[in-house]
């Protein structure tokens, strides 16, 4: 595939799997626009807070209007939380759900009538290894990551007519900054060392070890390519074998 001068836009690119993606991209010579809160001091960065719909809806109209069409949308964007439904405040609640499902609804939604008047797109939903299994103290974080595969699954067959493709990645346990608060909340939680933490994340992956962004990030841009050109409504596990267990 000839990634040059293509145009992508990635949700939440500024840190994790997000910014591991972009620069790979980058690496290729696409153009690649963040949508994030954390400015990264990019020419491509714009600031957008998935959580409020027009934030979404204007930035990918300036895309748009710089560029004259949206060729892949990576909806990557998310929150973790480790907690079991009681312990699930309501604002904890109100805001993974504005996050990971809103966010991500809204994103698609309104990249869609860019893709269909060009007659062609490529998107990629950021699911989760809880997309298809569960965990303990993961409820409502599970429940997101969900609903993103049955998301992914009815667009893909809604769009396929307009040459739209939409599928979604399950990556597992990564390296990224939202794990590293979620061990920091569970060592506090729990008296468990940081380390002891780590260290037993990595042992209950058959791989024996947690992943890495760039690991994501080679799928990422598999799955967003026309190398992926018959692949759509897809869900693709990336971790380290966790959910074939």
């Given amino acids: 595939m000839d990634w040059k001068n293509k145009v992508a836009v990635i949700t939440g690119a500024s840190t994790g799997i997000g910014k591991a993606t972009r620069g790979l991209l980058q690496s290729r010579e696409t153009i690649v626009y963040n949508l994030d809160i954390q400015d990264t001091g990019d020419t491509h960065f714009i600031k957008c807070d998935v959580r409020i719909k027009d934030n979404i809806k204007n930035a990918l109209a300036q895309v748009h209007q710089r560029e004259g069409r949206i060729d892949m949308l990576f909806a990557n964007a998310g929150i973790h939380l480790f907690a079991t439904i009681e312990e699930t405040t309501d604002e904890e609640f109100e805001n993974l759900l504005s996050i990971n499902i809103r966010g991500t609804f809204y994103t698609v939604k309104y990249v869609l009538p860019y893709m269909k008047a060009q007659g062609k797109g490529s998107i990629l939903l950021m699911g989760s290894d809880q997309s298809s299994v569960g965990k303990a103290s993961s409820s409502v974080y599970g429940m997101t990551k969900g609903a993103i595969v049955q998301l992914t699954k009815s667009t893909a067959i809604d769009y396929a007519k307009f040459g739209i ?62 190398e992926s050109s018959f692949t759509t409504g897809a869900l693709f596990p990336v971790d380290g074998g966790y959910i074939a267990q």
């Fill in 165 to 226: 493709r939409v599928n979604c990645i399950g990556p597992g346990t990564i390296d990224t900054p939202l794990l590293h608060k979620a061990v920091d909340h569970f060592s506090k939680l729990t008296g468990t060392g940081k380390a002891e933490v780590y260290k037993s994340l990595d042992g209950v992956q058959p791989w024996g070890r947690i992943g890495l962004p760039e690991e994501i990030a080679v799928t990422a841009a598999f799955l967003l390519s026309d």
